[in-house]
């Protein structure tokens, strides 16, 4: 419970026994008008403790000092933003093939060709990029994939990705 309610709780019970104490005082002729002001005063002390005690057990309450919740930092790093969203790319691409083929596939298929034309081979050169990098990895690249079918069906997993830039990082070492 926080301070401003646990003080506006107070407050009201405070009037309320207040509200009592001068009905009783006065003598009110309507024995109604007391008994409805004593189970109003009541009342709220049983459900201020009520609150008091749920906050604590549920572990609600703010210790004193805390600090609010911060939302995490965005990044303002632009190569921080382009791996943040490499990332989520790499996430989503393995979820489903129309995020692989529209968001991973591209990059990937840059960086083969970047990779390969070290070696002075096109990635069009389908043979010599087999015998390269192996089959299942050109056909993460391969420049003639169509658009898949189905653009919800389950993606291409990261590890075969990470494969695939294993394979290019080896011609390189090789070099």
Known sequence: MTRALWASFVTATI????ALAIALG????????????AAAAWGLVGLGAGSAT?????????PRGSVPHQPP????DSRTTRLVALERSLRFGATTS???YGQVRPRLARL???FLSLRNVSITDKESVETLLGASAYELVDPRTKPPTDRFSPGVPVEQVSELIGRLEALEDER
């Not at 009037?15 to 207040?18: E, Y």
């Not at 006065?26 to 002001?37: C, K, L, Q, T, Y």
């Not at 906050?55 to 609600?60: C, H, P, W």
């Not at 930092?73 to 303002?76: C, H, L, Q, R």
């Open 54 to 62: 749920l906050s604590r057990v549920t572990g609600i309450a703010e």
């Open 98 to 100: 129309g995020d692989f």
């Open 73 to 76: 930092e965005v990044p303002t």
């Open 112 to 114: 083969a060709a970047s």
């Open 26 to 37: 006065v003598g009110a002729s309507d024995p109604g008008v007391i008994e409805r002001a």
């Open 15 to 18: 009037l309320v026994g207040i």
